[in-house]
């Protein structure tokens, strides 16, 4: 590395501002790239695996043969499922849009709203592209709404993870104590939100991962971008 950067030293400089800590373009913004093309490529192989229908759909096919619904199962898989619907999401959305409008934080007003309400659009998009059917016998929802990828999963993970990057942004001093807990709090939520997709056998386990890979993809674009903007020293206009 040190012979590379010597024979070329611009690169060098250029490749360590982008690991440079509290730069506009630096550390953060080279991690939330890297997470996004990390879902990027996980979606797209996934996507291939069910377009092509491979050794994955038929580990959908045997896991969704292999659960059993039991009563306390179905209420504890209800309960999850509900705080990935539309209705608490929106709830949701609408509370920390007017906590952020009382505090006039408009950079992380319009990042919020663009992230979530943006997150809904991009998840139908894919739906309406890749048009899956829902797994057969589903007792829930209707063959007419699309399976790929699940938009708990997708939609859980975007709103809750935005939330807790909000947090950490207007919480000072947060600690990184702290923070582990708000990260780890949320991904008890967000994991047995895509679990309960699949036990009320509403989604089949690639529609969960691959909701949760482009939701990783949407979060990560859009906290990068807000990232972005709140460092740099034009913020304030």
């Known amino acids: 590395m040190r012979r590379l950067i010597a024979r070329y030293p611009r690169l060098g400089t250029f490749v360590g501002a982008r690991f440079a800590r ?6 953060h913004l080279t991690l939330g790239l890297s997470v996004s093309l990390i879902g990027l490529l996980v979606f797209a192989s996934i996507a291939e695996n069910v377009f092509y229908r491979t050794s994955l759909v ?6 969704f043969e292999q659960l059993q619904m039991k009563p306390s199962g ?3 898989a209800q309960m999850f ?11 949701l959305t609408l509370t920390v849009g007017i906590i952020l409008t009382m ?3 408009w950079l992380l007003l319009g990042g919020w709203l663009i992230t979530v309400i943006g997150g809904e659009l991009f998840n139908l998009l894919l739906k309406a592209s890749f048009q899956r059917p829902r797994p057969e016998h589903s007792e829930i929802l209707s063959s007419e709404s699309w399976s790929f990828p699940s938009g708990h999963a997708m939609l859980s993970l975007v709103v809750y993870g935005m939330l807790v990057y909000l947090l950490t942004v207007l919480v000072p001093n947060i600690g990184r104590r702290r923070l582990v807990i708000l990260a780890g709090g949320a991904a008890a939520l967000i994991v ?9 056998r509403v989604h089949h386990l690639s529609d969960v991962v691959a909701g949760y890979a482009a939701g990783a993809l949407w979060l990560s674009m859009c906290s990068s971008v807000v990232e972005v903007a709140r460092r740099r020293p034009s913020v304030s206009r």
Do not use: H, K
């Open 192 to 200: 047995p939100i895509g679990w309960g997709r699949i036990y009320l």
């Open 58 to 63: 038929q580990l959908d096919l045997w896991l």
């Open 103 to 105: 505090r006039r934080q």
């Open 81 to 91: 499922t509900a705080l990935g619907s539309r209705l608490p999401l929106t709830a």
């Open 22 to 27: 509290g730069t506009p373009f630096g550390l």
């Open 74 to 76: 179905y209420m504890i």
